[in-house]
């Protein structure tokens, strides 16, 4: 059974939730600020989190950048804005998935199974039968997708499920240009609508982590009215 930690300071909005994740057989853990929450993962395995943006104390915001800090848990923000700058923002430090509210909770239970299907193949895909090493080198970026482990320069680079996954897929296709849509439904698995921003988001995040000058990539490049693709690089390898 997968543990589902729900965090908002409306203790009516945790119930409502809570009813819906149950009833899909979920395990639920509550907690009613971010201190709170961060608190019951320091002691109990969770597989996903939903914490609420605004908070008295500790709010969303902060707290999904605390639990970046040790974890790569699939995290979706709920919050009653719904402007860009927002929803940004929220991916931006971090979170997989965004969900505005009023929202529908069948909506939301749907984005709970897609983000935990994504992260449990991620997790154990050694399980499934995967042999060998995969290993993808491009230049100094390398990519071990046995043990999902990226370094550049031979720095590990931590990455959410998400980033790793759009990540991948560039690699493995060095110098093929994906557009937005095409990246969108390779990783989500499901019709690109209003993707822009979202692929956007992760994209910066990606190139900020694994590029010395963000401004002036030499891995990570956009092509513009395109897409984006991984530069090629001497010496590139495959995988085994």
Sequence with gaps: MQTILVCDDDEQIVEAISIYLTGEGFSVLKAYDGQDALDIMEKTRVDLMIIDVMMPGLDGIRTT????????????????????????????????????????????????????????????????????????????????????????????????????????????????????????????????????????????HIREKIEINPREPRYLKVVWGVGYKIERQDGATDGK
């Design 65 to 204: 950048l605390k639990v970046r800090e040790k974890s790569s848990v699939p995290v979706i923000i709920l919050s009653a804005k719904s402007e860009d700058n927002d929803k940004i923002l929220g991916l931006n430090i971090g979170a997989d998935d965004y969900i505005t509210k009023p929202f529908n909770p069948l909506e939301l239970v749907a984005r709970v199974k897609s983000q935990l299907r994504r992260y449990t193949k991620l997790r154990n895909s050694e399980e499934e039968g995967e042999q060998g090493r995969n290993i993808y080198t491009n230049g100094a970026l390398v990519i071990d997708d046995d043990t999902k482990e990226v370094t550049v320069d031979g720095n590990p680079v931590k990455l959410t499920p998400i980033e790793y996954n759009i990540l991948l897929l560039l690699v493995k296709n060095a110098g093929k240009v994906y557009s937005i849509e095409e990246i969108y439904t390779s990783i989500w698995n499901e019709q690109a609508i209003g993707a822009d921003n979202t692929v956007a988001v992760h994209i910066r």
